[in-house]
């Protein structure tokens, strides 16, 4: 071989996955968040809108919360429960880049519920770019204001499993076979 001769590059394996910069840097970074950290993802949060709030916990620790709260970015009234605006998707102003592992769900605020106030539709997707907006339905015979800022509802940062779903005729028997609503008593 010539001292001058360049090598020509290797093809990659027809198995390698080719993955363009950005989704590399979003594996590599999604991969340093869960290395050493004891699996805490780290969730990129993009704010569109000046008024929104990053989610945050407002309890730390061993003992801390389990949902971070999501506050409202403008301001909405919920009509009474049954009246034509009784629910509203109230923005938050964020997108959010979950890992391909986690995705999310919205889950109610309990001192929000005690006025009537609950969330609808609240699975978050790992894939969803979008704004985040809170479903929230008034189930009180008054109407309800939110304004920007006020806490919402929490957002529970869980593990993706995919399941495989198999056909059968018959299931294992259980102590409480098809017991359902107020099968345990009161």
């Known amino acids: 071989m010539e001292k001058d001769a360049k090598a020509e590059p290797a093809e990659p394996l027809a198995c390698t996955p080719r993955l363009d910069s950005l989704d590399l840097q979003t594996s590599v970074r999604h991969w340093k968040s869960m290395s050493g950290s004891g699996n805490s993802p780290v969730i990129l949060v993009q704010r569109l809108h000046a008024a929104a709030q990053l989610p945050r916990y407002a309890h730390s620790g061993a003992y801390g919360d389990l949902a971070a709260d999501l506050f409202a970015a403008e301001a909405a009234t919920l009509s009474a429960a049954g009246q034509p605006g009784s629910t ?88 409480r076979g098809e017991g359902g609503f107020g099968s345990t008593g009161q």
Do not use: C
């Open 88 to 175: 509203q998707a109230v923005r938050t102003g964020l997108a959010m880049e979950l890992p391909s592992t986690h995705g999310a769900l919205v889950e109610d605020r309990s001192g929000l519920a005690m006025k009537g106030i609950t969330t609808l539709a609240g699975v978050i997707d790992p894939g969803y770019r979008g704004e985040l907006k809170v479903v929230l339905t008034n189930l009180s015979p008054e109407p309800q204001s939110v304004a920007p800022g006020h806490r919402i509802a929490q957002l529970r940062i869980v593990e993706r499993i995919q399941a495989t779903f198999e056909e059968t005729d018959m299931l294992a028997p259980t102590p």
